[in-house]
């Protein structure tokens, strides 16, 4: 099987694409419904982490961090 990247651009304060947030999962790992939610919270990361390298202060390493599900191997 493969692997199924879904990603984002980070932006610097003046619109330059300076990072990205990846995430890469097994693609039989990955139900369709599952990598729609993946994809909003990797764009909402970014979206952080971009608006974070605008206004520095307004970003933490505790606003990013988000709880983790782990799903139960089969």
Do not use: H, W, Y
């Not at 909003?40 to 971009?50: D, F, N």
Request: charged share 25%.
């Amino acid at each position: 099987t493969g692997f199924t990247n879904i990603a984002a651009p980070v932006f610097e304060g003046d619109g330059r694409p300076v990072a990205a947030v990846v995430v890469a999962v097994p693609s039989d790992r990955l139900l369709p419904k599952e990598c729609a939610r993946l994809g909003r919270s990797v764009v909402a990361a970014a979206g952080k982490l971009s608006r974070g390298l605008e206004q520095p202060d307004e970003i933490s390493a505790a606003s990013m961090a988000a709880p983790a599900k782990r799903r139960k191997a089969k």
